[in-house]
């Protein structure tokens, strides 16, 4: 490919937003490890103001906003007191994935804008009465999926949104650990509904659903295990004991505009890597090298495969360099600069919908072992 065609595919530089002088008042519901990264991002924005924690635990919210030097704050035992009982106008929800719905639509019912972590939810039918609340609402709702603001994964969405891979006819995406099984809430179907999909899955998947303006799932076939999970030869016994979710998933997808979807997850599995993503086009192919355990981004140099004056020719798309504050802190900030300019959700529920419903009919048509029809009520 010539060098014309690798400059559309080289990294802009964006400025970061000054912040607006105005204070925001947020919440934080749930004080377990994944608000760590929000209330870090919050602590460095002279715009916000964290006024309130929430958690089931009686102390832990007090222990969190010490550890990090937070004084003044209300704390609560549950959401529902928290949003009662003050003025808001955001809170984070850091909770396990079963309460997920429950405090994101009790939010937005109050009238507060909500930063939801991932996964959505954890079926099909919580993701819609989520959308059918921030519809009613009027509120800003954005989950949080903070890889697609690494500089790379942008670069997948550009490479093929340009056309220059054509029309788009089959993925195959996944990623996972050799060794790597969480314990905590995640494990449990009682507290995290979902395993490895709901974990890192719904980021592989986001990846590729985002970089193609994520279509409509039609049908899925399926597959779960927990072999490694539930094995005490591979798990800490007491936490094999407990454990009953997924640690492997694998999927057949058929999506909208006749694009075929493959994909698998592990959390532990007896390889490296399930393989890199691949994307086929009609007229190219992108290749996407996996990471040893998905971090966000992207293992190496991606690549281009193409025909070029009859030669089959391949070109190195260089890792692009993520400037600036990390991560975490741009999923909060775009988040809280929505709500200042009345400006969209910067990871829309719409989109997300379809995440959710791909995960969710994976189990279902593992439960059933044969193909199922996506089905997704109305909002």
């Not at 056309?163 to 788009?168: E, P, T």
Request: charge should be negative; glycine fraction near 10%; charged fraction near 25%.
């Amino acid at each position: 490919m010539s060098d014309a065609v690798l400059s559309q595919f080289t990294q802009q530089v964006e400025e970061e937003k000054k912040d607006s002088g105005r204070k925001l008042k947020v919440g934080i519901i749930g004080t377990g490890w994944i608000a760590e990264s929000h209330i870090e991002s919050y602590l460095e924005m002279d715009d916000v103001e964290i006024v309130a924690m929430a958690d089931l635990i009686p102390g832990k919210a007090e222990k969190f906003a010490a550890r990090y030097g937070v004084e003044g704050v209300h704390f609560y035992p549950s959401h529902k007191e928290l949003i009662d009982n003050e003025q808001l106008d955001a809170v984070s929800v850091c909770t396990y994935n079963m309460t997920h719905a429950e405090c994101t639509i009790y939010a937005l019912e109050h009238g507060v804008n909500v930063l939801l972590e991932k996964p959505m939810c954890v079926t099909t039918e919580e993701a819609v009465e989520i959308m059918r609340a921030e519809k009613k609402s009027g509120k800003i709702l954005s989950i949080g999926f903070q890889p697609r603001l690494d500089e790379n994964m942008k670069m997948v969405k550009k490479i093929v949104q340009s056309g220059v891979l054509g029309d788009i006819y089959y993925i195959q995406t996944g990623g996972g650990r050799r060794r790597g099984i969480p314990n905590s809430t995640f494990i449990e179907q009682k507290t995290a509904g979902i395993g490895a999909m709901g974990d890192i899955g719904c980021y592989s998947l986001d990846m590729v659903l985002n970089a193609i303006g994520y279509p409509k799932p039609l049908t899925v076939t399926g597959y779960t295990s927990g072999f490694f999970g539930a094995n005490p030869k591979y798990n800490n016994p007491a936490d094999a004991a407990r454990f009953d979710v997924e640690d492997f998933a694998a999927a057949f997808v058929r999506l909208e505009g006749g694009i075929i979807l493959d994909f698998r997850i592990a959390w532990a599995m007896h390889i490296d890597s399930p393989g890199d993503t691949v994307i086929l086009g009609t007229e190219g192919a992108l290749r996407i090298p996996a990471t040893e355990c998905w971090n966000g981004s992207i293992g190496g140099p991606m690549t281009i495969y193409s025909d070029m004056a009859g030669n089959q020719v391949e070109t190195t798309i260089p890792v692009c360099e993520n400037r600036g504050k990390g991560l975490f802190y741009k999923k909060v900030r775009s988040f809280l600069d929505a709500i200042l300019e009345g400006g969209e959700a910067p990871v829309p529920t719409s989109q997300i919908l379809y995440n959710q419903a791909i995960i969710d009919h994976i189990v279902k048509s593992a439960k059933l072992g044969k193909e199922i029809e996506v089905v997704i009520p109305e909002i």
